[in-house]
């Protein structure tokens, strides 16, 4: 069981728009910066997002994060077959015992 | 460029300890406020933070495994390593170790190695 908590799955046709949720608490992402990382099938994750909505070098501008609240949001834009990959969230906790944690992760298919 | 890199035996027998090397290049494990830190993703699952730790000796480990795991950093070989003891067949695995910022309410990995599979059996 997730700290944070991800649609297992989601998909859309190329081209289109998807938005992957994370839900969390105010132990986590109501007080805490979250992360994405995009999981290629057979490879370690990457950083897609971080601090919320920051992108790091070579990350286009197709994703972007949100938060409101105790909630993110990881919007792709002009989907492409090679966005199919495991999407998981990451936060740090401050609840009995600090610590960073992920959402279960959310594959992505392009349809 | 930073590049991560994992070794270690791919396989373990139950009640032992697993021990695992990461070595850095193309940066200083002591620069920064960087921490370096282990996860794992048991096959076909999520990630799971195992812990953290700055070469300054500041350390975080997640609750689940405070009492078997132990990161240590060493500067002269710009490495730093798990050991995981008594394990079992939870723990077995795909391995990795990453470049974590960690500021305020910041916390993300940047940097990440390829992974290594660690086998639990006898």
């Known amino acids: 069981q997730s700290v944070l908590t991800q649609p297992p799955s989601v998909s859309a046709a190329p081209g289109q728009k998807v938005t992957i949720s994370c839900s969390g608490s105010s132990f986590n992402i109501g007080n805490n910066h979250v992360s994405w990382y995009q999981q290629l099938p057979g490879t370690a994750p990457k950083l897609l997002i971080y601090e919320n909505n920051k992108r790091p070098s070579g990350i286009p501008d197709r994703f972007s994060g949100s938060k409101s609240g105790t909630s993110a949001t990881l919007g792709i834009t002009g989907l492409q077959t090679g966005d199919e990959a495991d999407y998981y969230c990451g936060t740090w906790d401050n609840s009995l015992s600090t610590h960073v944690v992920f959402g279960g992760g959310t594959q992505l298919t392009v349809l | 460029q930073v590049q991560l890199q994992e070794s270690g035996p791919g396989l373990v027998k139950p009640s032992e300890t697993l021990s695992l090397t990461c070595t850095v290049s193309?940066?200083?494990?002591?620069?920064?406020?960087?921490?370096w830190s282990w996860l794992r993703q048991p096959p076909g699952k999520g990630l799971e933070w195992i812990g953290f730790m700055h070469y300054s000796g500041r350390s975080d480990y997640n609750p689940s495994l405070k009492s078997r795991a132990t990161i240590s950093v060493d500067t002269s070989k710009n490495q730093f390593s798990l050991k995981l003891i008594s394990v079992t067949a939870a723990d077995a695995a795909l391995y990795y170790c990453?470049?974590?910022?960690?500021?305020?309410?910041?916390?993300?990995?940047?940097?990440w190695g390829q992974g290594t599979l660690v086998t639990v059996s006898s």
């Open positions: 193309g940066g200083s494990i002591s620069s920064g406020s960087y921490y």
């Open positions: 990453a470049r974590f910022n960690f500021n305020g309410p910041n916390t993300h990995g940047d940097y």
